[in-house]
């Protein structure tokens, strides 16, 4: 079980503008603090070969959104590293899997969680598959389980309250523009 600190408030993320060029560096508290200020992140969407998606549910230690369901993976590159070496860090430290993500599309989105802070991200998606044993690291994720898209969809329909805001419009995202390539990829 990894159950390492991974995540850490002052790591220097990366600042972008609308086009996800680099304008500068700023702590991960700063970025996420009143109405954020734009930085880079990721989404990561693994589905078993089944096709059911693995869903994650946030540590209640997170700052923003504890313990809400969201998609596989998301987080952010740091100071020098790629979206190639950041996924593949990332998803390693909360999920313990290594698998080939393939890119889909960038958004920019902003999102205020009450008083405590925003998220405002120029967010990159991706989609993988893996049907390897998880092995979740508790300071990020408090529980996991695997969902079908058709039952995902009538989640959204009846419990939305209880996902991540990006989640939401990346699912619909993928599920309206992006389907055939999310189909292709994990059957």
């Known amino acids: 079980m990894n159950d390492n600190l991974v995540s850490f408030s002052n790591e220097l993320l990366i600042l972008v503008d609308e086009n996800d060029r680099v304008v500068g560096y700023k702590t991960k508290n700063d970025c996420h603090n009143g109405d954020g200020i734009l930085h880079r992140a990721f989404s990561v969407f693994i589905f078993r070969k089944n096709g059911k998606l693995i869903l994650q549910q946030r540590s209640a230690v997170k700052r923003l959104w504890p313990g809400f369901w969201s998609n596989s993976c998301c987080s952010h590159p740091r100071k020098g590293e790629s979206y190639e070496v950041s996924t593949q860090r990332r998803i390693l430290e909360e ?93």
């Open 95 to 187: 999920l313990g899997l290594k698998t080939e993500l393939k890119y889909l599309y960038n958004f920019v989105y902003q999102a205020k969680f009450g008083d405590i802070g925003s998220e405002y991200e120029n967010c990159a998606v991706f989609i993988g598959s893996c049907d390897d044993d998880l092995h979740i690291n508790p300071n990020e994720i408090s529980s996991v389980k695997e969902i079908s898209p058709d039952d995902m969809d009538r989640e959204f329909e009846t419990n939305s309250e209880l996902y991540t805001p990006w989640f939401k419009l990346e699912w619909k995202a993928l599920r309206t523009q992006h389907w055939a390539e999310v189909e292709k990829f994990f059957k």
